[in-house]
């Protein structure tokens, strides 16, 4: 089913090569009510997973809490029905979101016990023997980072799941939970775009070069925002928005790419070989998105969308 073969980027300690861009599976069963899905939202889903791998995309991130199970349920689908492309394919999760219930307000879990139920439930509804990559979704400050890392460590052992990351870290917390974890922590989640700049400030890519973990980008786009420039408008009193904007349509000209493409090739040509995910269960944006990863950015170039991306010029 894999038609075209796109850049790849290794990951972890064996240097795994995967999809130089991702698929973000937060939106793959169309609906975050259970109540309200149906077979045609299934059927949706499955079409955006077959572009996907058409296209050549082999990294697939998940979530949990992601249309509350149903997306890792309907990837599940998708996985059963096409066997032969499993050793192909490299499938992310995480856990550690409660919604708010009437147990609580909304929370985290890292506790052990928690984790290893996930697990369990999540290999259940991705119709696997093992994950990839386990992830930790958000820090959970009431669990000591010693608990979590000791059932990280044999989640590994038991191969339940090949090697582990986080998500939404800041480097002070993967520095305290690396001094306990006995496997390599191989990835780390956070949002980064042309909007949204902040890894690129607190820490977290530099800690990424260092420590060779690999960076996943989730909202690439700004949440829509440099897909879409009807969004931009909502945004009007931010200084940023008219240059980007002008910027982004200019060297559009000269690489003819969008806006979207040109927000991807940007992140790629992070020295930290950032992976973005591309969050979409429309198979025409995914066929879209994955020529991003044939632009060659100049130096120059990159450097303006920066520049432009800041709202202000460097120091």
């Keep these: 089913m894999i038609r075209k073969q796109l850049p790849t980027t290794p990951v ?27 077979p045609e939202h299934q059927k949706r889903g499955i079409l955006a997973l077959e572009a996907a791998v058409e296209e050549g995309i082999t990294f697939f991130d998940h979530a949990d809490i992601y249309g509350r199970t149903l997306s890792e349920s309907v990837f599940g689908h998708f996985v059963a029905s096409n066997r032969t492309l499993r050793d192909q394919l490299f499938i992310a999760t995480k856990a550690g979101i409660l919604f708010a219930d009437e147990q609580g307000p909304q929370r985290y ?19 696997l023997e093992q994950i990839d990559l386990f992830q930790l979704h958000r820090p959970d400050p009431y669990t000591h980072p010693r608990e979590t890392a000791q059932a990280l460590n044999q989640l590994v052992r038991e191969e339940r799941v090949r090697y582990v990351g986080v998500s939404n870290y800041f480097p002070s917390q993967v520095t305290a939970l690396r001094a306990y974890l006995d496997v390599p922590l191989i990835t780390t989640q956070p949002s980064i775009s042309l909007w949204d700049l902040d890894a690129l400030h607190n820490g977290v890519l530099d800690q990424c070069t260092e420590l060779d973990i690999r960076p996943l980008a989730y909202s690439p786009l700004g949440h829509g925002v440099l897909a879409n420039f009807a969004n931009l408008d909502q945004h009007a009193a931010d200084p940023r928005t008219a240059t980007l904007r002008q910027t ?18 940007w992140l790629m ?41 800041r709202g202000i010029p460097l120091p």
Aim: glycine fraction near 8%; proline fraction near 6%; charge should be negative.
């Design 248 to 265: 982004l349509l200019e060297l559009g000209e000269t690489y003819d790419a969008t806006p979207a493409q040109l927000s991807l090739a």
């Design 109 to 127: 879990n890292l506790s052990a016990d928690y984790l290893f139920t996930s697990v369990t439930n999540a290999l259940h509804r991705l119709q």
């Design 12 to 38: 972890g300690p064996h240097g795994i090569e995967v999809s130089s861009l991702g698929l973000g599976c937060m939106g793959l069963a169309g609906t975050w009510n259970p109540s309200e899905f149906t």
């Design 269 to 309: 040509h992070h020295p930290a070989r950032i992976i973005p995910l591309l969050g979409s269960n429309r198979p025409e944006n995914i066929r879209e998105g994955v020529k991003a990863c044939h632009i060659q950015l100049t130096r120059d170039d990159w450097y303006k969308l920066w520049v432009a991306a």
